[in-house]
């Protein structure tokens, strides 16, 4: 039986384009045998594990992506748009794959919103259980045009960090992602947790940093994840990836209260 629960599907051409260009120079997808991706509650339409295709290829001509689907009705319409490369099939958080292989990479992008905070972990250990042992999930959400990400990377002992992605020319102040965070993080933008004081420092240093939007909003981004990592915060990427307006900080230090 498929596990989990039908989503409301939306979704739309190029909304997911920050998450898979985060995957894409993603260690995991070089190194693997097998570069086997799952696209995981693709939605109403085939477009965005097309575009998880499109963009794992660019680094691995080889890449195959396999998007899953608990509705049965969206497994059909997306079933004519399958090429070599790229499929389609019922399932949820088993992700039952011929064969039993095990996908070098799991995208899971707007699934575990709709879901309770304390379904969280058991989603995951189950996503977790069925990659490669050096593979990579990526759990998160995005708006609706894909301006605002956020997502949570996790391997097979558990996550490891939390990705925020930012259009920066239309960007007021980055806590705008507050509204666009994981499932797991999303109910801990309060005083006390380790994701609230990081919004805070990361608005703080945009402010800080705002003369230098004369300059462009990159450079203030720039400035402004520059100063977070100064500050203490453990910011795992370097400046290439925040031209991009990524930032990347270890899961330590916005991990919630109480769990381990």
Not at 182 to 203: F, M, Q, T
Not at 210 to 239: M, N
Request: aromatic content about 6%; some cysteine; glycine content about 8%.
């Amino acid at each position: 039986m498929a596990e989990g629960r039908i989503t409301r599907g939306t979704t739309g051409v190029n909304r997911l384009r920050r998450i898979d260009r985060w995957i894409a120079a993603h260690p995991v997808l070089r190194r693997t045998d097998d570069p086997l991706l799952v696209d995981l509650g693709y939605g109403a339409a085939h477009w965005t594990a097309l575009e998880l295709l499109e963009r794992a290829r660019r680094v691995r001509p080889d890449a195959r992506v396999v998007g899953i689907e608990i509705d049965p009705e969206r497994v059909a319409a997306a079933a004519p748009f399958a090429r070599e490369g790229l499929s389609f099939q019922r399932g949820g958080f088993e992700v039952p794959l011929e064969g039993d292989a095990r996908p070098a990479v799991i995208r899971a992008a707007n699934v575990l919103r709709q879901y309770d905070e304390a379904e969280v972990a058991a989603a995951w250990h189950l996503l977790r259980s069925r990659l490669q042992p050096e593979g990579l999930l990526v759990e998160g959400t995005c708006s609706e045009v894909g301006r605002v990400a956020s997502w949570v990377a996790l391997d097979p002992e558990g996550p490891r960090s939390l990705t925020v992605a930012l259009h920066l020319a239309s960007l007021e102040h980055p806590s705008i992602v507050a509204e666009r965070l994981p499932k797991a993080l999303i109910h801990r933008n309060v005083p006390g947790e380790g994701v609230h004081a990081l919004l805070r420092e990361l608005d703080a240093q945009w402010a800080r940093h705002a003369p230098l939007a004369t300059f462009s909003p990159r450079q203030r981004w720039l400035a402004a994840v520059g100063g977070l990592r100064d500050s203490g915060w453990p910011v795992l990427d370097g400046p290439a990836r925040w031209r991009l307006g990524e930032l990347t900080v270890e899961w330590s230090a916005v991990q919630p209260l109480g769990c381990a």
